[in-house]
């Protein structure tokens, strides 16, 4: 079934996140309706859309017919009942379980029986917010990155009880919105936000260990891997405090594994109020007069950085296939697309070569004696077996 473009879209929270998501459903052809708790936000997110709009029209991105029509196709609502007609209502409200359960629960009085559900949750259980519903069969996790009108990633999670067929169906939704879907199971983090851990984490032991500073972690996983920005730079550009609570989050969802165990030199950033860009210092200070600290160039350190956080990134992404979260070509396509890697994890490991992918981990392993190190039981079984990711008998 494709999404008529009649079908109306519903998003409720006109934040960054709702008012991006509102955007690109009326950009698709979809009448949109926005709903905020707070009254007047949604017909500022309305008036915030509009501009943006006109904005790209006025310098020729898109067709002024076109950014006039999508504009007059999305209408702020002030209640509930208002979305009453709709066929898809994604939330993007606050990050909170009770609070996502109590709207779906009445949402439900007021829409549809055929109505679907989704939530741009990043770190909560779809299953558990689907439990809130007469019919969890009809929800479903539509997970948008930030801006939602300019990255094409959308996670697509299907709860434990959602209707199997109702991955596919938003996967093609997603897909004539222009977006760049991909399938995931409801587990912590889902494929990014979970594969992504050892960019920051291991980069935080790197330092803490005193074995470099942070700018020259930054400029060896720029210039040896090739990455947009160094670890350090990317979590103040995220947010220190938004960065630590994904880590922290994810972490208590996997009941504390310690692959996954938060840093207290991140700790102490958050609470120090150096939170990164938006309050001018973070790891580094973005002040209009900061001078940037010189990196080290010494050719052996840099590749020793990037091998380690490398080796750690591709052991989760092989783990993460091997717990069936997500398709390899999804896995490959999640990173890529929702966080800019300039390659896919598993076909990085391919390159640099399977067993020696393993010979680092379990190096790292006897070294430390850490159970954060231990390496992917798929990555021993393809070594052992000689097979490659994306080789002929890859998985
Ligand atoms: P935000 O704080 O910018 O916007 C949330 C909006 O929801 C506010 O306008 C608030 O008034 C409204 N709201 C709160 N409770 C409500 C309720 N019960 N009913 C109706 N409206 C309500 O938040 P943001 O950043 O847009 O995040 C929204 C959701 O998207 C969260 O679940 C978040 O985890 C998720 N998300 C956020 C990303 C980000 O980078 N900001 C990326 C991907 C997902």
């Given at each position: 079934m494709t999404m008529e473009?009649?079908?109306?879209?519903?998003?409720?929270?006109?934040?960054?996140?709702?008012?991006?998501?509102?955007?690109?459903?009326?950009?698709?052809?979809?009448?949109?309706?926005?709903?905020?708790?707070?009254p007047g936000a949604a017909a500022q997110g309305v008036a915030r859309v509009r501009d943006t709009l006109n904005l790209l029209a006025g310098k020729g991105r898109l067709p002024a017919a076109e950014a006039a029509a999508a504009g007059e196709r999305l209408e702020a609502v002030e209640?509930?009942?208002?979305?009453?007609?709709?066929?898809?209502?994604?939330?993007?409200?606050?990050e909170d379980l009770a609070v996502k359960r109590g709207l779906f629960h009445d949402l439900e009085r007021v829409v549809t029986p055929t109505c679907i559900l989704a939530t741009n949750t990043s770190s909560l259980s779809?299953?558990?917010?689907?439990?809130?519903?007469?019919?969890?069969?009809?929800?479903?996790?539509?997970?948008?990155?930030?801006?939602?009108?300019?990255?094409?990633?959308?996670?697509?999670?299907?709860?434990?009880?959602?209707?199997?067929?109702?991955?596919?169906?938003?996967?093609?939704?997603m897909a004539a919105w222009g977006k760049t879907p991909?399938?995931?199971?409801?587990?912590?983090?889902?494929?990014?936000?979970?594969?992504?851990?050892?960019?920051?984490?291991?980069?935080?032991r790197i330092f803490e260990e005193g074995l470099a500073d942070m700018a020259t972690i930054d400029h060896a996983m720029r210039s040896v891997g090739g990455?947009?920005?160094?670890?350090?730079?990317?979590?103040?550009?995220?947010?220190?405090?938004?960065?630590?609570?994904?880590?922290?989050?994810?972490?208590?969802?996997?009941?504390?594994?310690?692959?996954?165990r938060p840093s207290i030199t991140q700790q102490r950033q958050v609470e120090s109020g150096r939170l990164g860009r938006k309050t001018g210092c973070g790891y580094y200070d973005h002040g209009p007069n900061a001078v940037p600290p010189r990196p080290a160039d010494d050719p052996s350190l840099l590749e020793t950085i990037f091998h380690r956080i490398i080796v750690m990134l591709i052991n989760e992404a092989a783990e993460a296939l091997h717990l069936r979260i997500a398709s390899r070509d999804d896995l490959e396509l999640a990173m890529t697309k929702g966080v800019n890697y300039p390659k896919g994890l598993l076909r990085w490991a391919d390159e640099l070569g399977l067993a020696w992918c393993l010979a680092r981990?379990?190096?790292?392993?006897?070294?430390?004696?850490?159970?954060?190190?231990?390496?992917?039981?798929?990555?021993?079984?393809?070594?052992?077996?000689?097979r490659s990711f994306h080789g002929p008998d890859g998985r």
């Open positions: 473009k009649e079908m109306e879209v519903a998003v409720i929270g006109a934040g960054t996140m709702g008012s991006g998501i509102a955007q690109v459903a009326a950009q698709a052809g979809h009448k949109v309706r926005l709903l905020d708790a707070r209640a509930l009942e208002a979305l009453k007609g709709a066929h898809l209502v994604i939330e993007a409200i606050v779809i299953t558990a917010m689907a439990g809130a519903c007469a019919h969890p069969e009809r929800v479903i996790g539509l997970h948008f990155f930030n801006p939602a009108p300019l990255l094409p990633l959308v996670e697509v999670v299907p709860g434990l009880v959602t209707a199997p067929s109702l991955a596919g169906r938003c996967s093609a939704w991909v399938i995931c199971c409801d587990t912590p983090g889902f494929i990014v936000n979970r594969v992504a851990r050892p960019f920051y984490g291991e980069a935080l990455f947009r920005m160094g670890p350090f730079e990317l979590m103040d550009l995220i947010g220190n405090d938004v960065n630590f609570a994904v880590t922290r989050s994810v972490f208590e969802a996997f009941f504390f594994d310690p692959r996954y981990l379990e190096q790292l392993q006897a070294e430390y004696g850490e159970d954060r190190y231990r390496p992917s039981p798929l990555l021993r079984r393809m070594v052992r077996e000689g």
